[in-house]
Every structure is written in structure tokens, then in C-alpha cells.
Nanobody, 124 residues
Framework: QVQLVESGGGLVQAGGSLRLSCAAS????????MGWFRQAPGKEREFVAA????????TYTDSVKGRFTISRDNAKNTLYLQMNSLKPEDTAVYYC?????????????????WGQGSQVTVSS
């Protein structure tokens, strides 16, 4: 099976930046569509961004467009989320996810594999 491990979370002031990483193992990473989701206390899990296997097609939720960038390095089996201009409302546990095929990149139910999550806290 695919194992996913997130890293790079932490505490940052509003307006600052963080880069999350998701290291994958166990399967051929380059074959998977990858996504980032987040969940804040008391809220539903929310789609953030996704990227196809080739890395030439990306999707973002409206609230992060222009601020976040999803990317992947298939040679390193690693997914990234560069987060700039962070806002307090970005505070959440961020999860990376993987699936071999997806019809809707924003649908969490279509992702087969999930990491444990990484906490991102943005102070005001």
C-alpha cells in the first residue's frame, strides 16, 4: 500500500509562509493524483489543492488561489504545498492524499490513501 507522511507544519504569523511536504512510499508515486486537504476544529474536512500525475494540471479551492502552490517531484516521491500570505483562517491540520484515478479532484471520498496530518497554526 501507499504510505504518506506530512511534514513542515508549524506556527507562523499572518502574512508569513510555510512549505508542507508529503513523502510517499510503497507504490509508484508518479502514477498517482495527489491532493491536499485541511480540517479545522469544529469544521468539515476541506479540499485545498490537487495535482495530476504529470504535474502539469493543478486545481485549487477559491480561498487559496494566488496564495498557495501545489507541486510534486516524482524523482523524490514527494508532494509539496507552498503556502504564502497565510491568514488565521488557514489554521488547520493539513493532510496529503493519493489516488490512482479521480473524477473530481476535490472529492475527499475518491482518495484511497491519507497521511496522518500536519498542524498549521497562523497567528494574528
Amino acid at each position: 500500500q501507499v504510505q504518506l507522511v506530512e511534514s513542515g507544519g508549524g506556527l507562523v504569523q499572518a502574512g508569513g509562509s510555510l512549505r508542507l511536504s508529503c513523502a510517499a512510499s510503497g507504490r509508484t508515486f508518479s502514477e498517482y493524483t495527489m491532493g491536499w486537504f485541511r480540517q479545522a476544529p469544529g469544521k468539515e474536512r476541506e479540499f485545498v489543492a490537487a495535482i495530476n500525475w504529470a504535474g502539469d494540471s493543478t486545481t485549487y479551492t477559491d480561498s487559496v488561489k494566488g496564495r498557495f502552490t501545489i507541486s510534486r517531484d516524482n524523482a523524490k516521491n514527494t508532494l509539496y504545498l507552498q503556502m504564502n500570505s497565510l491568514k488565521p483562517e488557514d489554521t488547520a491540520v493539513y493532510y496529503c492524499a493519493a489516488t490512482l484515478w479521480v473524477s473530481d479532484r476535490g472529492d475527499a471520498k475518491q482518495y484511497a490513501y491519507w497521511g496522518q496530518g500536519s498542524q498549521v497554526t497562523v497567528s494574528s
